[in-house]
């Protein structure tokens, strides 16, 4: 063995000790509430497929047809080869199903976190996080090598304390202008499943000058009059600068996008580094999440979501009594459900047990959540049957009973349109 390899191996073995190993896990079957893996079917609560529509015929029909239409590949970056028109297609659909003057879109959400980002702020600006983004968020931030402050998560006093700091920073003699402040928060937060007082956020930005983005991956399709997102349900969609988002959740296929102004847009097109210098996503996924887009604005969409939101309200009668669990008697706040239990070992324990009784919900360590808050991040579908959620809260009632009791955060729950 080389030192190069043993050297990695060490740090394989540390991360093993801490109870922080991953690794990948074959699944012999199409991304469902049902799965296979290692000859097992599973009952898969762990997705963020939360219309069901991943494996929907109808977005497995629309990328088969830009695949017959346009061939399995995009060449290279569309700026180099131009744009095929499914990608065309899907951010005219983007802009009008977000209600903005124009969207782009991007190989990834990550991809368009960092383009975004990185296009827009500079050294001598300030960006400003909740503590609990994405890492795509912290690393976008990171990278664009501007001030960065944190405030604790959805404090808005802190917050205010921040902005106040920045809109009173004079400019320094290399700059071309008075620094610019980005606040960035997602609008649902990926593993707490709570959401963001976007209403306050938005005043409070406006208040001393500042610009937002938000990250509407898993509010896309779930919230608002049109289901574009918390930000419709909160009424503060043409109030927010920047709205990004993914198309492989609710939406069911996969990729990013931005959506915003039209001078946003030409922007990122010219200056978006993930966007510039990356080959174009294969056509049959810009179609497949045309095609979700779509079906998301229409009854059957609108139904699903009233089913998604039956599940839950399901669930939630039925794990009040579960000790960790983020229950509530009222709406749930969104369709994640972390069950906190704290060390990484029984965590794991948890999972692997959950599996053994058929069930598959992986342990959230370190680094995705911080050290000491491990979890079951409970996702649920719209494809879920009320048979499906008995199964799970009958396993989860039995484990529970061996668990200790960790702190169960609050979170705030919007109504629903």
């Known amino acids: 063995m080389s030192g190069f390899d043993e050297e990695l191996k060490l740090r394989l073995d540390e991360l093993r000790a801490r109870d922080l190993y991953r690794e990948l896990r074959r699944i012999d079957s199409p991304q469902s509430t049902h799965i296979r893996i290692g000859g097992k079917t599973l009952l898969n609560f762990s997705s963020n497929d939360y219309l069901g529509l991943a494996n929907d015929l109808v977005l497995k029909a629309a990328a088969i047809q830009a695949i017959e239409e346009f061939g399995a590949g995009s060449g290279a970056s569309r700026l180099i080869s131009g744009g095929l028109a499914p990608h065309d297609e899907l951010e005219q659909t983007l802009a009008q199903f977000k209600g903005t003057a124009a969207a782009l879109g991007f190989s990834s959400g990550y991809a368009a976190t960092t383009g975004t980002i990185g296009a827009l702020m500079g050294k001598e600006d300030i960006i400003v996080l909740d503590k ?66 976007l209403r306050e956020i938005v005043a409070l930005k406006e208040r001393y000058g500042a610009w937002l983005m938000i990250d509407e991956a898993h509010a896309t ?53 993930s966007f510039i210098f990356t080959t174009a996503p294969p056509p049959a996924m810009a179609a497949a999440a045309t095609a979700g887009i779509q079906f998301i604005q229409c009854d059957a969409g609108a139904e699903r979501r009233e089913m998604l939101w039956s599940r839950l309200a399901q669930f939630h009668a039925g794990a009040k009594e579960i000790v960790g669990l983020s229950a509530s008697a009222t709406p749930p706040a969104s369709a994640i459900v972390p069950w906190l239990i704290g060390d990484e070992a029984a965590a794991v324990h948890v999972a692997n047990s959950l599996r053994a009784a058929g069930i598959f919900i992986p342990a959230i360590r370190y680094p995705t959540v911080a050290r000491g808050q491990a979890r079951l991040r409970v996702t649920f579908s719209a494809a879920h049957s009320a048979t499906d959620v008995e199964a799970l809260l009958s396993a989860l009632r039995q484990l529970a009973l061996d668990l200790p009791s960790p702190d169960a955060s609050t979170t705030n729950r919007p109504a629903r349109s």
């Not at 604790?152 to 006093?157: Q, R, S, V």
């Not at 917050?159 to 606040?183: D, F, K, M, N, Q």
């Open 132 to 197: 609990l983004v994405h890492a795509s968020i912290v690393d976008a931030a990171r990278l664009a090598g501007a001030k960065l402050r944190v405030f604790a998560h959805n404090d808005l006093n802190e917050l205010e304390e921040i902005l106040r700091w920045a809109a009173l920073r004079p400019a320094s003699p290399a700059a071309r202008g008075r620094p610019r402040t980005l606040v960035v928060t997602e609008s649902v937060f990926s593993m707490d499943g709570d959401c963001a007082p």
């Open 221 to 273: 399709g779930l919230y608002g009059l049109h289901r574009r997102g918390l930000a419709e349900e909160m009424g503060v969609s043409d109030r927010v600068e920047i709205q990004m988002g993914t198309l492989g959740k609710a939406i069911g296929a996969a990729g990013g996008y931005v959506a915003g102004s039209r001078s946003l847009i030409d922007y990122l097109l010219n200056r978006a580094r």
